[in-house]
Each structure stands twice: as C-alpha cells, then as structure tokens.
Nanobody, 130 residues
Framework: QVQLVESGGGSVQAGGSLRLSCAVS????????MAWFRQVPGKEREAVATITNDGAISYADSVKGRFTISQDNAKNTLYLQMSSLKPEDTSTYYC????????????????????????WGQGTQVSVSS
C-alpha cells in the first residue's frame, strides 16, 4: 500500500514561513506528476504547485513568488516551502502523486487536475493569522 506521509503544517502569523514535507513510500520514480493541493471546506481542491516527471514546475497564480516546490530523490520526499504567508493561505494541504497513464484524450499532461491523482496524503493543516 502506497503511503504519503505529510508533515510540517501548523499555525503562523502573516508574513511567516512554513515548510511542508511529504514522504512517499513507493512508486516515486513511476509518478508522472507530483503536487501539493489545498482545500478549505465547501470549496474544490486547488492545485498549489505541481511538478512533472521531467521536472517542469507550475504554480497557482495566488502563490507564485511565495511558494517553492522541490523534491529530494534520495529521500523520496516532496517539499513545499511557503513564505510570506497570508491569511488566505489557511487551508488543509495535501500532497499527491499520479502514477496512472494520462487519459488518451489529453493533448498534454495536466498535473493540475486533482482527478488524475491516484495517491494522496492525509492532509496537514496550515493556519495563518493576521
């Protein structure tokens, strides 16, 4: 059973920083996409930062310049460095990997689609106070 174990969430004041970690138990090198999503109650899960198997990185407009996604292949760990945090960043953050082949109908790999991911972490809460 593949496990994604997140850590690093917590409470911080606006302007502060946090680093989230996601340890992946297996299929690290089989993943087409790896990503951090976030979700608040009543809203859809939102892709915050994604990375493809060839290293292409993408960020949501709301976090560009403040968040950085990275990976450590030696540790099978995905990271999300979050800086200049804002109250609107308050959410539950999830890491995810997609190991399935992309749908045949896709013209390009869409790592921002939550439905494509087949393995998810349990979520870690990030709370930013003003």
């Amino acid at each position: 059973q593949v496990q994604l174990v997140e850590s690093g969430g917590g409470s911080v004041q606006a302007g502060g920083s946090l680093r989230l970690s996601c340890a992946v138990s297996e299929y690290w090198y089989s993943a087409f996409c790896m990503a951090w999503f976030r979700q608040v109650p009543g809203k859809e899960r939102e892709a915050v930062a994604t990375i493809t198997n060839d290293g292409a990185i993408s960020y949501a407009d709301s976090v560009k310049g403040r968040f950085t996604i990275s990976q450590d292949n030696a540790k099978n760990t995905l990271y999300l460095q979050m800086s200049s945090l804002k109250p609107e960043d308050t959410s539950t953050y999830y890491c995810a990997i997609a190991t399935r082949l992309p749908p045949p109908s896709w013209m390009r790999l869409d790592c921002g689609a939550a439905s494509y991911y087949n393995y998810w972490g349990q979520g870690t809460q990030v709370s930013v106070s003003s």
